[in-house]
Structures are given as C-alpha cells and as structure tokens.
C-alpha cells in the first residue's frame, strides 16, 4: 500500500508583478503558478485548495474566526519515510517475564543509534521491596500491618 505524505501552505494572498502582465487576475495567477512549480520541484504534487477556517484572538479576552485558503500538496514516502511512519504506529502490549515485570525494549528507529533502554537492575536501582531470597527467587513485598505502625511510633491517643 503506498503511503504520503502531505503538506499544508498558505495560498497567495496577492499577485507577483511581471513583465507584461498587467492584470491583477494574471498576476495572481502568476504567483499561483509559481508556487506550485517550486512545490513540485520539491517533489510535492498538488491535491487541492481549501478554505478553512481560523479561530484567533481579538482584544484582550474576545476571538474571532478568519477564514484562510490554504494548498495541499502529497508526496510519496520513500522507504525509509516508510519505516518512520512504521514505527509511530501503536504497538503491541509489552511481554513480561516470569515475575509480572515488564520487559523493556528499544523501540526501533532509522535514526536511533541509541543502546537499548536499561532494565531497573543493570541501572544498579535498588529492587523495590523485593528482595532475593536463597534460592536466588524473589520474595514478597514486605507489608506493614497499621496495627504494628501503631505500636512502633507510640501512640499519643489515650
């Protein structure tokens, strides 16, 4: 399936002065013209012209709406554009090990040349309330009982 790209300008809002041209209708269409040429240069292909409006501030608190005529234009994504629009899309849910933990991994890129993001453990983070037992598993979280929270800090109720 072949995929764009698309690109939003203003449209001119007034014509370009050129040798024997002297209407202002031929002139707009001059600056038209010549903005589509440099688009296409560009490798940009002309879709269509809109008319949208434009919600903008007016005064200290009010707001008005002002309509723009804009061009749209679209390109063809080359493969490498391709693998970054890939990647921008959702992905699946994240795997967890044995624990519940989820495993972390890298999210691919053209452009990243970064090392894969660190697990809490080889960051050298203390495990949170899970420490390892002999047997090198993981043992519960340890969980204080509000009645031994109580006793410890001595109790000023009477």
Known sequence: MARY????????????????????????????????????????????????????????????????????FRRLLDAEDERAVLVAQPLEAPKHDADGIPIARPIPGPEDTRAPAPIAEEVNDPPLNRPENDAGTRTPPLVVQPSAQRDKGGSSEN
Do not use: D, M
């Not at 002065?17 to 010549?34: D, H, M, N, Q, Y």
């Not at 809109?50 to 008005?64: H, I, N, V, Y």
């Open 5 to 72: 790209e698309y690109k939003v300008v203003p449209a001119p809002a007034k014509g370009t002065k050129a040798k024997g041209i002297k209407t202002p209708e031929g002139r707009f269409a001059l600056s038209v013209e010549e903005l589509l040429n440099l688009q296409a240069a560009e490798g940009w292909e002309y879709q269509r012209a809109e008319l949208l409006p434009s919600e903008e501030k007016s005064g200290l608190t009010g707001s008005t709406t002002n309509w723009r005529n804009v061009l749209i």
